[in-house]
């Protein structure tokens, strides 16, 4: 059995930025570590229980090489062992992975989360080269990302059994909403194969099929919450954790009207939050559905 880097919700969070010029288009300056040192803080006091920094919602593909690795530094130094913390450091090249992997171990990281190679992709057989690679260069925790729907390919499920033989691969983030490809998983790997919820509004199901957590947008903005549907589930509350879910769920769908993390972002700076702008190619959000998040958060009471 392998003992999870985390249970419960840990908060994918957004990377802020300074303001930039004040061109027609989204630009913005380099990293604000000031804001983002607050942001960990209230995450942690709220109840999060581990941060990853540096994924898809933290913008990581439009991070410089020198802003990724400080992001990293930066939020292990700060968290101080509060809370786990778990680096992106997944990429479409292997040797470029091995290298961030290594950065992140040496900064005190307790786990790295991998997305599959997006573009280029890759065969299964490719798939398991990539992450034993990985995996056999770096002794840190290893979470998987399943997203295909960003990058064009997925796991199978025999694929996960394989890799789930390695000692340093801890899990996967399944953002796939296969709840078959789920279930197969857990059937073939047991507890070789730790499995999180990829995506908030799936986070119950996922919970109920053996799962040990989130890794969370929505946490962003309601911390307590993502929180509150895992300790739930696990203090064996199983109606308190379906109501948290079910009364939120118009929220966690809000925020991914747009691509991800156009609207966590929007909603952030609507609620005061000094998170800043976005980089190109993500840009601002349409008028319609900025109206539709907005009333959504009005009608949770977060304005």
């Not at 802020?16 to 061109?23: E, Q, S, V």
């Not at 990985?134 to 499920?157: C, E, H, K, W």
């Not at 809000?254 to 609620?271: C, G, H, Q, S, W």
Request: with cysteine.
């Amino acid at each position: 059995m392998k003992k999870p880097v985390f249970t419960g919700s840990a908060v994918a969070i957004v990377t802020p930025f300074l303001d930039g010029p004040k061109l027609p288009y989204a630009m913005t300056g380099g990293v604000n570590y000031d804001a983002l040192g607050r942001l960990i803080d209230e995450q942690i006091d709220r109840g999060t229980d581990a941060i990853v920094i540096c994924g898809t919602t933290g913008e990581s593909p439009v991070l410089d090489d020198a802003e990724h690795k400080k992001c990293i530094e930066y939020t292990v130094e700060h968290v101080s062992g509060r809370v786990p913390v778990i680096a992106g450091t997944g990429s479409n090249d292997t040797a470029y992975a091995v290298s961030l992997t290594k950065h992140a171990k040496a900064a005190g990281a307790d786990g790295v989360l991998m997305v599959t190679p997006y573009y280029n992709k890759t065969t299964q057989k490719g798939l398991i080269r990539h992450y034993l690679t990985v995996a056999d260069a770096v002794d840190i925790p290893i979470i998987l990302y399943n997203v295909p729907s960003r990058t064009g390919m997925g796991f199978t499920a025999d694929t996960y059994l394989a890799l789930s033989k390695h000692p340093n691969i801890n899990g996967v983030k399944e953002a796939s909403g296969d709840f078959s490809l789920i279930a197969a998983t857990k059937h073939l790997c047991g507890d070789e194969m730790n499995v999180w919820s990829g995506n908030d509004d799936q986070t119950l199901p996922v919970l109920a099929l053996g799962g040990c957590g989130v890794i969370s947008t929505t946490a962003n903005i309601a911390p307590e919450v993502m929180h509150g549907i895992c300790a739930k589930f696990f203090d064996g509350d199983i109606a308190g954790a379906r109501r948290l879910q079910l009364d939120w769920h118009d929220l966690m769908h809000d925020l991914f009207i747009e691509t991800n993390p156009i609207p966590v972002k929007t909603a952030m700076r609507l609620m005061g939050y000094p998170v800043g702008g976005l980089r190109l190619p993500l840009c601002e959000m349409g008028e319609a559905n900025l109206a539709r998040l907005t009333a959504c958060l009005q009608a949770h009471g977060l304005l």
